[in-house]
Antibody, heavy 114, light 111 residues
Framework: QVQLKESGPGLVQASETLSLTCTVS????????VSWVRQPPGKGLEWMGR???????DYNSALKSRLSISRDTSKSQVLLKMNSLQTEDTAIYYC????????WGQGVMVTVSS | DIVLTQSPALAVSLEQRATISCKTS??????????MHWYQQKPGQQPKLLIY???NLASGIPARFSGSGSGTDFTLTIDPVEADDIATYYC??????????FGSGTKLEIK
């Protein structure tokens, strides 16, 4: 069955770089796009960016200068890197499959400490 | 960027109808398809797709949920409302991107 699972550090220091991994199963990264979406505590959903099935990427312009999304198809993994973290980047980070964002991972909580 | 506007909260009695609205700052239709989608998020859980492309029910979603609308005005209807429907509901557009954008969410409460 289709599954996505996020992993990464729960605590990151301000100004450092966040690295998260989304490991997928039940589908191929060369057939579906995968997005990263984040949700600060008690707030709404923010689309961060995605990697398309062909390997190209789209980013939210608000994050583009700090964000990089890549993949390793041999490991069925999508990688997120975001630098210059601030406390406002504290959030649950989800990966989700397109089209339709029909499957989501359970999310990983990331706290940025000052 | 396309902005999606939702009311913050809605209170409805059990077994009644709930209508949740989403208004967009630009038309999200193209060639007869509405690029509007709806998600349910319960506390402590990830979002779940309910409706895609305006009115199509996602797999496994009960027929109590329906979507309607076009252009810049869309509605998610739950009829009848059950206790398990307590959640926050988000609309999202995929007509014009990047970025894909979400509404701010409507919290459904039971009277």
């Amino acid at each position: 069955q289709v599954q996505l699972k996020e992993s990464g550090p729960g605590l990151v220091q301000a100004s450092e770089t966040l690295s998260l991994t989304c490991t997928v199963s039940g589908f191929s990264l060369t057939s579906y796009h995968v997005s990263w979406v984040r949700q600060p505590p008690g707030k709404g959903l923010e689309w961060m960016g995605r990697i398309r099935s062909g390997g190209s990427t789209d980013y939210n312009s608000a994050l583009k200068s700090r964000l990089s999304i890549s993949r390793d198809t041999s490991k069925s993994q999508v990688l997120l890197k975001m630098n210059s973290l601030q406390t406002e980047d504290t959030a649950i980070y989800y990966c989700t499959r397109h089209p339709g964002m029909d499957y989501w991972g359970q999310g990983v909580m990331v706290t940025v400490s000052s | 960027d396309i902005v999606l506007t939702q009311s913050p909260a809605l209170a409805v009695s059990l077994e009644q109808r709930a209508t949740i609205s989403c208004k967009t700052s630009q038309n999200v239709d193209n060639y007869g398809i509405s690029y509007m989608h709806w998600y349910q998020q319960k506390p402590g859980q990830q979002p779940k797709l309910l409706i895609y492309e305006g009115s199509n029910l996602a797999s496994g979603i009960p027929a109590r949920f329906s979507g309607s609308g076009s252009g810049t005005d869309f509605t998610l209807t739950i009829d009848p409302v059950e206790a398990d429907d307590i959640a926050t509901y988000y609309c999202q557009q995929s007509k014009d991107y990047p970025p894909l954008t979400f509404g701010s969410g409507t919290k459904l409460e039971i009277k």
